[in-house]
C-alpha cells in the first residue's frame, strides 16, 4: 500500500476512520457486488430528495465516469476530503449522518456536484 501523496501536509484518515467509510460503503453497495450502482444509491438515499442525492454523489465520486462508484473510489474521495483542509471529525460526522439517510453535501473540495 502506500503511495508517494500519503503523507502530504500529515492529512490522511486514520485506519479507523477509513474502515467506518468502507462499512458506509458496504451498506449502500446492497447487492455486495463490489461496486455501487445508480439504483442503489436511490435506494439508500430515501425520501424525496434520494434522487437529487445519488445525483451529486455521483459527479462528485464517479471520477472515472462509468456509472458505478468502486470501493477505491469511494474511499478515495474521502481521502481528498481529508487533504482538503476538512477535518477527520468533521468527516466522520459526515459519514454518521450519511449512515442514517441524510442527503449528499457538497465539499469545498476540489470537486463538485454540478450544481453550481
Known sequence: MGGCLSSIGGKQLTPAAEAKIRMLF??????KSHTISKQEAMTFFKGKFGKLSADAM???????????ITEEEFVGFWKQVRKSGYTEAEILEEVANLET??????????????SD
Open 26 to 31: 458496504a451498506k449502500i453497495d446492497e447487492d
Open 58 to 68: 455521483f459527479k462528485e465520486v464517479d471520477t472515472k465516469h462509468h456509472g458505478e
Open 101 to 114: 439517510g441524510e442527503g449528499w453535501v457538497d465539499w469545498k473540495d476540489d470537486r463538485n456536484t454540478g
